[in-house]
């Protein structure tokens, strides 16, 4: 709860730091905004509150998706060195959209009400909306923003119907409440709560780009600015699941059977589509918007496959991923600035040609990130892997986990594209600048990384 | 019949009619004009309800305020002229497979669900009124009614960044 308080706070205080001369205070101060937040999460720890007639609900859960909320969002700040030189840039504005958003996505974490749920899918997706178009002379942003809005706001409208139905059934709309009326009506409730159910659960799977409902994702991810991009595939990807997660595992167990086959259904076609097509891809960004459809998909099994592993499995899974793409972003930003082609970065694969010759380093944190996204041992992403699969063995869903076997396969070639290129190609990259701290957050990323991959134990304590 | 239920029975009718006409107008300032007749007829709904509350305010804010935007909106963008058709064959009969499969379902749920009626002995006839949607508001939704104002702050915020004039040309 004091995180949601004092973010919306801080978020005001940054507009009015923006009235300052000098923009050299507003990088630091929204780093430490974040920061202060993150601990004040922890006051909370091992204590399982209800808010406000249980509007909110915050127990040890909820804390650690906030926790890779706040990581994710203190990296992508930390990685925003550039808007602080750019004349067109406003850096107030984007950070405190950047921690209103937040307070959306623990609104989402940790929401006990739908209503809840509705108005924190809503802050983010606002924030998202703006921050896409946000470079405002290029014409892909523009595009995307509004691709991003239109199609948002119909997938929003899905699931407040979905809402009405279930209050409709329900008579309430706590997460608790449907779970009891659910078990009181001796397995015939309301066919309104199917409905609602699914209705809900499309608009959710729009938000998390999941397959039928994927097709915004490449376009959006491309036009948005690189930095948001990073932003949106992690934050909002770990939001909405932590949100799914939520409604499945509170509301719907009871009616496990009746979900698991769509959803089930769902991940297979997120992991043919996400996969697939990113074999096809020739820009990175491009192929790194594919390679999160597909992540959805990996994290979508621990959902069909509910049960006792699924929560910390999709913890750990979302850390991971969160690790790696805002690493990958990261060197994205640095190497496309290199390269400019219409006055425009190049984001291809080729732009990574001969990368290790003069920056090792950076070859290295993004050589580690392309592992652990594919899911190579001795990085975090095996063990997510891992663990979701082990979820799908405990369920006996065996022809999933073969196809998400397969599917792995196929993000490796992808994935290594990259890595050739910056090991065994040639290239004339000269030597890239990186800020100190810049440099300490790509690495802080690799090591953590690489530390989870050695002993998953560690993390496994702490939940 | 009572003179509500046909009251009812009208409204619905002519909300029914109004809001297809909405989606099947090709003129989008006809579109507009049967919204407006739409948001009223929901508004008689509201009465019917005895909810005068949300009538006063559904005229005030969606036919009124809302849709007077849109009609800027539209005049603005002057989109008098017919747009050629950018949908090819196979996309418009997936969208009325899609479409056709939801409403069938939807048909189905609403056919076979239950919803248990209203006794009009014992029911609380203030429900709709402004002073118990005051209680439910500042008490029962406290925590998402103020967040909510961090959603129209970000909102404010970015149309306010978004809106202001750029010196530079558009690049691709």
């Given amino acids: ?14 507009l009015f730091l923006g009235f300052l ?21 922890f006051l909370e720890w091992n204590k399982s509150y209800l808010y406000f007639g249980d509007m909110l609900l915050i127990n040890n859960l909820a804390i650690l998706f906030s926790t890779i909320v706040l990581i994710s969002a203190f990296m992508v700040v930390a990685l925003s060195g550039d808007f602080l030189e750019d004349e067109m840039a406003q850096p107030a504005e984007y950070y405190a959209i950047l921690l209103f958003s937040i307070v959306g996505a623990m609104m989402m974490i940790g929401y006990e009400n739908l209503i809840m749920l509705f108005v924190g899918v809503e802050i983010l997706s606002v924030s998202m909306y703006i921050l896409t178009g946000s470079d405002k002379r290029n014409l892909r942003s523009n595009e995307a923003a509004l691709k991003y809005f239109l199609m948002g706001s119909f997938a929003t409208g899905f699931m407040l119907f979905g ?62 600015p690189t930095l948001f991009t990073a932003f949106m595939s992690t934050v909002v990807k770990t939001a909405g699941f932590a949100a799914l997660l939520q409604l499945l595992s509170v509301s719907f167990s009871a009616i496990y059977g009746f979900w698991w086959v769509i959803l089930a259904a769902i991940t297979a076609l997120t992991l043919l589509a996400g996969n697939l097509t990113a074999v096809y891809q020739n820009s990175f960004k491009r192929m790194m918007a594919y390679s999160s459809i597909s992540h959805a998909g990996y994290l979508l099994i621990g959902l069909a496959a509910l049960g006792q592993q699924s929560r910390s499995a999709l913890v750990f899974y979302s850390l991971a991923y969160s690790l790696a793409t805002i690493s990958a972003f990261g060197i994205l930003l640095l190497v496309a600035k290199q390269h400019t082609t219409d006055g425009r970065p190049d984001e291809s694969y080729s732009a990574f040609n001969g990368l290790s010759r003069n920056n090792p380093l950076l070859a290295f944190v993004l050589a580690v990130s392309m592992l652990s996204l594919a899911g190579i041992p001795l990085t975090a992403g095996f063990w997510g892997k891992f663990m979701l699969f082990s979820a799908a063995v405990d ?13 792995s396969a196929v993000g490796i070639y992808y994935y290594f594209r990259v890595v050739i290129a910056m090991y065994f190609r040639e290239g004339q990259a000269g030597r890239i600048r990186v800020a100190p701290f810049y440099q300490f957050i790509l690495i802080a990323a690799t090591a953590l990384t690489i530390i989870l991959g050695i002993v998953p134990g560690l993390f496994q304590n702490i939940m | ?117 209203y006794d009009p002995a014992t029911y609380n006839t203030r429900v709709g009124l402004v002073e118990s949607l005051g209680m439910v508001l500042y008490k029962d939704y406290l925590l998402p009614f103020e967040l909510a104002s961090v959603l129209f702050l970000v909102a404010m915020v970015g149309a306010v960044m978004l809106g202001k004039r750029e010196p530079g040309d558009r690049h691709f």
């Fill in chain 1, 395 to 407: 369920r006996g869903m065996v022809w999933i986990l073969i196809l998400a076997v397969l599917m």
């Fill in chain 1, 163 to 224: 809402m009405a139905l279930l209050y409709g059934a329900v008579g309430s709309f706590t997460l608790t409440d449907i779970k009891s009326y659910i078990l009181l009506s001796h397995g015939r409730p309301s066919l309104l709560l199917y409905m609602g159910e699914l209705l809900v659960l499309i608009g959710m799977l729009f938000k998390v780009s999941a397959a039928p409902f994927h097709f915004w994702t490449p376009d959006v991810y491309e036009g948005a």
């Fill in chain 2, 1 to 117: 019949m009572k003179a509500t239920e046909i009251i009812f029975y009208v409204l619905t009718a002519i909300t029914l009619l109004s809001a297809s006409f909405v989606v099947t107008a090709r003129n989008p300032v006809h579109s507009v004009l049967a919204l407006i007749l739409t948001f009223f007829c929901l508004t008689g709904h509201y009465v019917l309800m005895n909810a005068q509350f949300l009538a006063a305010v559904n005229i005030i804010v969606y036919a009124g305020a809302i849709m007077v935007l849109f009609l800027f909106t539209i005049m603005f963008l002057n989109l008098q002229k017919e747009d050629e058709e950018s949908k090819t064959t196979l996309t418009k009969m997936a969208a009325v497979v899609v479409g056709g499969v939801l409403l069938v379902v939807m048909v189905a749920v609403f056919r076979a669900a239950s919803v248990a009626p």
């Fill in chain 1, 1 to 14: 709860m004091l995180p949601i308080i004092l973010l919306s706070v801080f978020g005001i205080v940054l």
């Fill in chain 1, 21 to 41: 001369k000098t923009r050299a205070v507003l990088l630091p101060a929204a780093l430490l905004f974040i920061l202060i937040a993150l601990g004040a999460g």
